[in-house]
């Protein structure tokens, strides 16, 4: 089987990033297909290069995109370092470009200042626009996880990648720990699920509200729960589910707060509480000090279970690179579609006169994050 498809996958220039979008398990599926799969080499990635190569893959420095063949589409997942200023290829990875979010429009810029593309993968969904590869259920697990450590006094900073086993056991709860009372925003969609499975090691039963429950919410309710877990991703206008003024209500049982979505910085965000993220070496920051009242929001959760979110979104993602240059209507134009339609809401003229026009989009619990 032939294929005239080169895929280059970078080294994630995040040095906290150990994630891939594709695992060497499918690596050799895409080269028996007859893809081209350049992989660069990386101190950082879970699996390690030489898995890769067992798998038919060439290899490469890292960072060497910037020198790869034209048509080669680069497949990532975090953002890419500020050089070049000019991005001349296709380009795979999660964006966050598309709703005013900081960088959005440099970002853009440059893809129209070198002739290039960006197919983001969080745009890259089925017709009723489901993303079909997402890193959300694993969001969800890591970010609840997190807040059930910090709430029951066991969260160590810095944080380093581990594995399931390892962070279900020290979920466990202890004999005679007290019961925690939780509360899972947006626990239908895939972040929730995973949120919802986490809480099930701690031996928590959360309460679990959607969309029903969010569109004539009840702040008092909200406020009951000690650990709340966002995993809602707004895509249209919605009431914030907390203001500062609840943070302020002396009425207020809730101390754990984890925003597993991280869309801080968007006109969309449902917590506008916080105005920066968190990260591994300073996982938590307080907002209130009294009561107290702890914040979570850290962007690139799933890699700290690295091994286990990447083999779950290769899996997801595999069929689709085979069909990456089909030109059929499907998922990647869609992608393709909505990035011209940002490009033209920019005016940096990267925007095809006539290019379809992606379908506005709900409130998304169905994803509920915007991990990347």
Known sequence: MSS???LWLRHEARPTERRTPIVPADARRLVEHGVTLTVEESPQRIFPIEEYEAAGCRTAPAGSWTSAP????VVGLKELPDEPAALEHRHVFFGHAYKGQPGAGALLRRFAAGGGTLLDLEYLTDEQGRR???FGFWAGYLGAALAVLQHRGRLTAPLTPTTREELDARLRPADGEE???ALVIGALGRSGRGARAAFAAAGIEPTCWDLAETRDLDRPALLAHQVMVNAVLATTPVPPFLR???LDDPARRLRTLCDVTCDVGSPLNVLPVYDRTTDWDEPVRPLRKEPPLDLIAIDNL???LPRESSTDFSAALL?????????DGGPWDRCLDRFRRACRELGVGRGAPGAAEA?????????GTSHG
């Open 132 to 134: 079909l590869a997402a």
């Open 244 to 246: 500062e003024e609840d």
């Open 4 to 6: 005239n498809l080169h």
């Open 359 to 367: 379908e506005e989009e709900g409130t998304s619990v169905e994803e």
């Open 302 to 304: 799933p890699s700290l």
């Open 179 to 181: 019961e925690v009372t």
């Open 70 to 73: 034209r048509d080669a589409v």
């Open 319 to 327: 069929p689709h690179l085979l069909t990456l240059d089909a030109g």
